[in-house]
């Protein structure tokens, strides 16, 4: 008796604190779009390394960037990755937020009917076309500004539609109502599974381009501890996604319910960064091509709106705690090169 009593009492205190444990827990609203590049969001949440942090992270899913950019901007989600378009669309209006890091870049492509496929060697070809992308998309960002490059009016010499999703883009496109759609993975290989053609790259249009950065309020940038825990299990979420491959898909299909083989190709695409460093310079970049395309009227003012320094410190904090570390000091390098 005595015994059982024991372990029933070692049994109790053990719930008590996790109780206690998930009661203290800081709680966060994260948003995410269902995408490959999202990967490390559904990683941390589900390999427990938000939890490690201290973190309650609920995980909030969006079509798009514009919608998931505003729910920041309202206070519905404390944070997410959507789009670098939005964000500096949004600072360049004045609005008050900060770029904290990173979730991926690059991985954009245009997509054509099989009969069309065949006329579009490069962006000039798009001239007089229809063309179907999504509202505040990076690739959109991308496409405008490589169209400028070649001297082509986005306004005047070719049509484009924003749609909501990926999935009304390829629809667009397989029924004739576009020539060209705009997606990023891994709905890229969805329409190529449907008979679809990849004609460009995001990336051969604008080679490493960022995509969906973290950003946050400048009322949230006020409590860095939570931001520090945050980038802490998303950097260890990004090095988990590295050697773990099966693991990351599976946590990956409990988010986006396509078939693990396309999950597995679209994450683990060359097309795809998979950085969470805030890559001050490829933002800068950035915001340069949509101010000279005229995507936005006025260039922001980046030296407020993009915070490197709580990166920073997480990283040099892994560095510190595990010295022999090259995927941790790798890292630094490509910090330096990218914010400097």
Same mark, same amino acid.
């Given at each position: ?29 994260? *948003? ?41 901007? =309202? ?37 054509? !009917? ?9 962006? =000039? ?13 990076? *690739? ?128 683990? !695409? ?34 407020? *709106? ?35």
């Amino acid at each position: 008796m005595k015994v059982r009593f024991a372990l029933k009492t070692v049994i109790a205190a053990i719930a008590l604190a996790g109780t206690v444990g998930a009661a203290f827990a800081e709680q966060l609203k994260v *948003g995410y779009l269902p995408a490959t590049g999202h990967a490390k969001f559904f990683v941390a949440k589900e390999q427990g390394l938000f939890a490690k942090e201290g973190l309650d992270v609920e995980l909030a899913e969006f079509q798009n960037s514009a919608d998931g950019l505003n729910a920041i901007i =309202a206070g519905k989600l404390d944070t997410g990755a959507f789009g670098t378009t939005g964000p500096i669309a949004h600072l360049s209006k004045g609005t008050k937020l900060k770029i904290i890091g990173g979730v991926m870049g690059g991985d954009a492509a245009l997509v054509a !009917s099989a009969a069309n496929a065949g006329k579009i060697k490069g962006i =000039a070809d798009l001239k007089g076309k229809k063309v179907a992308t999504v509202r505040m998309a990076s *690739g959109d960002a991308v496409l405008r500004g490589a169209l400028k490059d070649k001297g082509l009016n986005w306004k005047t010499d070719l049509q484009i539609f924003e749609l909501k999703n990926p999935s009304a883009v390829i629809e667009a496109v397989k029924s004739g109502q576009v020539d060209v759609g705009l997606v990023w993975g891994p709905h890229d290989l969805r329409a190529e599974d449907q008979g679809l053609k990849v004609v460009i790259h995001s990336t051969d249009l604008q080679r490493g381009h960022p995509c969906c950065r973290l950003v946050i309020t400048e009322a949230s940038a006020k409590n860095p501890a939570t931001w520090e825990k945050f980038l802490r299990a998303m950097l260890k979420a990004e090095r988990f996604a590295a050697e773990n491959k099966k693991e990351t898909i599976e946590s990956i299909a409990k988010y986006v319910k396509l078939d693990q083989q396309l999950l597995w190709r679209g994450y683990y !695409s060359e097309y795809l960064d998979q950085s969470t460093d805030p890559d001050a310079k490829g933002v800068k970049h950035f915001a340069e091509v949509m101010t000279n395309s005229e995507f936005i009227t006025k260039a922001p003012d980046l030296s407020a *709106g993009i915070d490197a320094s709580l990166y920073e410190k997480v990283l040099n904090q892994l560095v510190k705690e595990n010295p022999n570390d090259a995927y941790w000091k790798k890292l630094q390098k490509d910090f330096k090169r990218k914010n400097a």
